[in-house]
C-alpha cells in the first residue's frame, strides 16, 4: 500500500483557486463528513525530558538540531491563525509541544488566545507546572493535562531519562488544582515497562477530582523503536482496575471525544482509555494540528504538512488564509489508525515501517 500516494493533499498555495469562496465558514467537512473542531499548537520542538517513546536520548542528543528562534511562529502569528481557525469552527485549542512551558512568555500566548470564543488547554510534563500554575490559570488558561507514566520513582525516571522526580509533577498538579485549574493526568502504558503502574496510579487519583486517562503506546513518529507487542490494549487496562475498584462505562461528554470514560462504582471519581491502536477512531476525529513552524498537518500519522508560515509572513490577508485551510481540510481523507492492520510486511507480519512526522514536533 502507498501510503504517500494515497495520502497526498494539496499544497495551501492551491488551494485558493479550488476553495469556495466563503470566507467565514462555521461548518468545514472533510471528505468523511468530519467537521473541524480542535486546533492543536506546538509552540515548541524544545523538552526539557527524554521519554523512550517520544524523544530518546539516542536521537534527541547533546547535538540535535532544534529549530531556531526565527522559524518558531510568533505569539501574534498564533494568535492571528488561531483567530483564523476559530472563524472556522474551532471550539477548543490545545498548547502542545515539546514541553510548552519552555516557550518563554507563554503567559502573554494565553492571555491573548483566551480574547477568543474557545476553550484554552494545555498538555505539559509537569515539570515546571509547580512555578507557573497561578499565572497559566491568571493568564486565562482553562484545563490543564498533566503526562505521568508512573508513580514509582525508578520507573518514572527510566521512562523520563533525565532523572526528574516523580514528587515533583505531583506537586505542579497540586499547585495546578489550587490554583482553580481542572487536571486531566494522562499515561502512556508501555507493556513491560510500565504496566506495573496502572492500579497504583488508579489508586492514587481517586477521589481527587482528577481524570486519569491510560494510552494505548502508539507508533507515532520515527524514533520510538515502537513494536505491538509492547501495547497493552485498553480492555487489559479496564479489566485490572475493575477486578479491584469496579467500573460501568458512561457516555461521551461530545461527539468526536478520543477518550472512552468509565466511572467507579463507588463514587470515586472518573478514569478514561484512549484505544487508538486496538480500537481507531478516525471515523469522529476533528483535529487539526500546526506545528512549531507553522505547518499544518491533518493527522497525528501525517507524512507531510502545509506550510502556513509562509502565508502569514507573505501578503496573504485574513480571507485567503481562511480559503487555504478551508481547502485543506475538505481535501482531507486521514485514517491510518483505521489502515494500520492492512499495512503489514509480507514476510513478517508486523506493521511496516512508514515516515511519520515526530510526536515532538507536531504535539500530542
Known amino acids: 500500500m502507498n501510503l504517500t500516494a494515497e495520502n497526498a493533499e494539496p499544497s495551501l498555495d492551491k488551494t485558493f483557486s479550488s476553495a469556495d469562496s466563503g470566507t467565514h465558514d462555521r461548518s468545514l467537512i472533510d471528505t468523511r463528513k468530519r467537521p473541524l473542531r480542535d486546533l492543536r499548537i506546538s509552540v515548541t520542538d524544545r523538552c526539557n525530558f527524554r521519554c523512550v517513546y517520544c524523544m530518546p536520548k539516542t536521537v534527541f542528543g547533546r547535538d540535535y538540531p532544534f529549530l531556531s528562534r526565527n522559524d518558531l511562529l510568533s505569539f501574534e502569528e498564533i494568535e492571528r491563525i488561531a483567530r483564523v481557525f476559530v472563524a472556522q469552527g474551532v471550539e477548543k485549542i490545545r498548547l502542545t509541544g515539546g514541553e510548552p512551558l519552555l516557550r518563554r512568555g507563554l503567559e502573554k500566548l494565553i492571555e491573548q488566545l483566551a480574547r477568543l470564543p474557545v476553550e484554552i488547554t494545555l498538555t505539559t510534563n509537569g515539570a515546571l507546572l509547580a512555578k507557573k ?4 490559570k491568571e493568564a ?9 507514566d508512573a508513580l514509582d520513582d525508578v520507573i518514572f525516571k527510566r521512562m523520563n531519562d533525565v532523572d526528574f522526580a516523580v514528587s515533583d509533577v505531583l506537586h505542579g498538579i497540586e499547585a495546578a488544582a489550587a490554583a482553580g485549574l481542572p487536571i486531566k493526568i494522562n499515561c502512556v502504558v508501555k507493556r513491560g515497562t510500565n504496566d506495573s503502574q496502572i492500579l497504583p496510579l488508579a489508586r492514587h487519583f481517586r477521589h481527587s477530582d482528577h481524570v486519569l486517562r491510560f494510552i494505548e503506546y502508539m507508533d507515532v513518529g520515527n524514533s520510538n523503536g515502537w513494536r505491538m507487542a509492547e501495547v497493552l490494549p485498553s480492555t487489559e487496562v479496564i479489566a485490572l482496575i475493575q477486578a479491584e475498584f469496579p467500573l460501568e462505562a458512561i457516555d461521551a461528554r461530545y ?4 477518550a472512552a470514560r468509565w466511572r467507579y462504582l463507588d463514587g470515586a471519581g472518573e478514569i478514561g482509555v484512549i ?16 506545528s512549531t513552524e507553522g505547518k499544518l498537518y491533518t493527522c497525528l500519522f501525517a507524512q507531510q504538512g502545509h506550510d502556513v508560515r509562509s502565508l502569514l509572513r507573505g501578503d496573504k490577508n485574513d480571507d485567503d488564509l481562511s480559503r487555504a485551510i478551508a481547502g485543506v481540510w475538505r481535501a482531507r481523507s486521514d485514517n491510518y489508525s483505521e489502515m494500520r492492520s492492512e499495512i503489514r510486511t509480507e514476510k513478517t507480519g508486523e506493521i511496516a515501517k512508514i515516515q511519520k512526522i515526530e510526536m515532538s514536533y507536531i504535539g500530542g
Open 133 to 136: 500554575a497561578q499565572t497559566l
Open 140 to 148: 486565562g488558561l482553562h484545563r490543564i493535562t498533566v503526562s505521568l
Open 255 to 258: 461527539a468526536g471525544e478520543v
Open 275 to 290: 484505544s487508538s491502536v486496538t480500537q481507531a477512531f478516525c471515523s469522529s476525529c476533528t483535529r487539526a494540528r500546526l
